[in-house]
C-alpha cells in the first residue's frame, strides 16, 4: 500500500484547484449514506490518495459533495445503472465502472454484467493491484 501510495503521489498532477482528503468522521458518515460498510483498502485509498489527480481516470473521492467524482453520488448512479448492490463503485469508464467487493476484491462491470475491462482484465485481487496496473499504467 505505501509503494502504490508513493506511487500515486510522485504522479499527481497540478490541478487549479486541488482535490482534499475525507477524514475517518467523514467516511463514516458516507458507509451511513450508503448503508455498506467500505472495504479496508477503500477506505485507506480514500484516507490517504483519493487527492491525486492523474491521468484520464477519475476514481472516486470522498471529502466534496460538489465533485462529479464524490462516492455517494458516483454510487447511486452506478447502482441505478444496475450495478449489483453489493458491489462500490471506484471509478467510472464512460457506462462502465471498476468496483470492490467487500472482499476488497477490484472487478469491472460493463453496464449489463461483470466481465473484462478494455484491456481484457477481469478483476484484481485488491484496490493496490488496480492502482498500479491499471490507473497508473493508463
Known sequence: ?????ELLREKNETVPVPLELPDDDLLVEIEEQLLISLPDDLWDYLLEGSDVVYGSLEPVTAADPR????????AAQAWNDGLPRHLIPICQLGECYYCIDEDGE??????????KD???N????NLWEWIRDVWLQE
Open 67 to 74: 465533485s462529479h467524482t464524490y462516492l455517494p453520488e458516483v
Open 118 to 120: 478494455p484491456h481484457g
Open 122 to 125: 477481469k478483476k484484481w485481487a
Open 106 to 115: 477490484i472487478l469491472f462491470w460493463n453496464g449489463e454484467k461483470l466481465g
Open 1 to 5: 500500500m505505501d509503494d502504490v501510495i
